[in-house]
């Protein structure tokens, strides 16, 4: 009776076994302050010109004269419109604001999409990544098998990314249907260049492939050569679906908002995906609040873009801190320029997960192994910009002060 693709999902979620050992360790060392660069969530307040916004649309519903009940499934035109314009149009980019559909985050989006396609896909996904990609494919019965030992599903193609390969995906041997990118990536904070992400783009196009482009982190790219959105490249309109979210770049990561782009022009065997991810999010989603579309509204105003690009700067300051730090202490590190995440290399032959315990308990300071995010991330440690300026230098710090290996 029960969907038993679920049961073949391993047990104990990465950050549930890391609050079990954080807590233990604050059990056993009260007096200890425990330093947390883990959690990939923000610290700084929503922004004011953002938080006004929300206000207004709050007084606004409270009278009869501008309540609002549901939202439009696909998104407010005022939000839509301004994204169009805003993320794309102004990039160059030709997406219209009907091929923008409002969400409630990336974590939804870029876990449903998977819906509109086949049972007997082959998805691709980089390794280390965000697990949503796979977990939401397992789910859904197209994983195949989990191998402990390894890590991998059998039916999933893996794209590792690693210091081997400068963290830039090669083509699979296998042509995937499904291909997720996620640039800038979590958790290596790495990207590509522009020109090897228009490889891709033709790659797909040439196979028929699509891509499920995640850029929820596209605020922090600082490089000129870094593509902002896929749809910089040429041919994306028939290969990719971007999706977006408003938690890193203006901190909602609790008050849920986020969009998804599927062009008119994409289409395969013959039925265009526009209209199949309108009839899912018609179905399923009722809509984004209006007070929260407002709020995102808000962030693309001048006062909005000039307050979420000094809480950036705050994050990315952060990032060049520990990057800094970590290499004075001789650590080999990557990402932290066009990210908000620093991926170092564990030690000698130091595990992912040996690495998390020295760190906690040598100079209790929090991070994220990276074998947690795929096979590919173990001997990896992730770092997060996301925490106050004055406990990133501390921890650096210690981390500093503190032989590990
Ligand atoms: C790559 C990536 N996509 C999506 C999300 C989730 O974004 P949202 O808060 O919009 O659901 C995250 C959050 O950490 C992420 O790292």
Known sequence: MINTNYQKLPGSYLFSTIAKKVKEYQGQHPDKEIIRLGIGDVTQPIAPSIIAAMHQAVDEMGDAATFRGYAPD??????????????????????????????????????????????????????????VYVDSNVMAGRCGTYDEKTGMWSDVIYMPCTRENQFVPAFPKEVPDLIYLCLPNNPSGTTIPKSALQDWVDYANRNGAVIIYDAAYEAYITESNVAHSIYECEGARTCAIEIRSFSKNA???????????????????????????????????????????????????????????????????????????????????????????????????????????????????????????????????????????????????????????
């Open 74 to 131: 696909l998104g407010y035109d005022f939000l839509r419109e301004t994204i169009a314009k805003q993320d794309y149009q102004a990039r160059g980019c030709q997406i219209a604001a009907d091929e923008i559909f409002v969400s409630d985050g990336a974590k939804s989006d870029s876990g449903n999409i998977q819906e509109i396609f086949a049972e007997n896909i082959r998805i691709a996904v980089c390794d280390p990544v965000y697990p």
């Open 251 to 405: 901190g909602f990561t609790g008050v849920r908002l986020g969009f998804t782009v599927v062009p008119k022009d994409l289409k395969r065997d013959g039925v265009a995906l526009h209209g199949m991810w309108a009839r899912r999010h018609g179905t399923k989603f009722n809509g984004a609040p209006y007070i929260i579309q407002r709020a995102g509204e808000a962030v693309y105003s001048t006062e909005g873009q000039k307050e979420i690009k000094e809480q950036i700067a705050y994050y990315m300051r952060n990032a060049a801190t520990i990057k800094k730090g970590l290499l004075d202490a001789g650590y080999e590190v990557y990402g932290g320029v066009n990210a908000p995440y620093i991926w170092l290399k564990t030690p000698g032959q130091m595990t992912s997960w040996a690495f998390f315990d020295a760190l906690l308990e040598k100079a209790a300071v929090v991070g994220t192994p990276g074998s947690g995010f795929g096979p590919s991330g173990e001997g990896y440690f992730r770092l997060t910009a996301f925490g106050s300026y004055e406990n990133t230098q501390k921890a650096l710090e210690r981390i500093r002060t503190t032989p590990l290996s």
